[in-house]
């Protein structure tokens, strides 16, 4: 869920990391099937206020490495 913007490094231990994870992927089986929909919205939102500052340095991290992707592709044959 890029929406959260969060990687393993920003978790202490590959547990906790893989635990997140599962609870994604639970989040959107639940949203797909339509199950508890307004929970899982609030708690993304909770998510998403709580962990603002760290999601944009991820956001940015992104941007970076997708910038430097395409600038070392510049010139190149496809």
Sequence with gaps: MSL???SQDDFPSLKVYNDY???VEVMIL???EGIDVAAIEEKIAKYQ???AE???INHAREA???AAALASC???PH
């Design 4 to 6: 959260l913007a969060i």
């Design 21 to 23: 994870k599962e609870e």
């Design 49 to 51: 206020e709580e962990n």
């Design 64 to 66: 970076e490495e997708l």
């Design 30 to 32: 639940y949203l797909t």
């Design 54 to 56: 760290q999601i944009n």
């Design 74 to 76: 510049k010139g190149q």
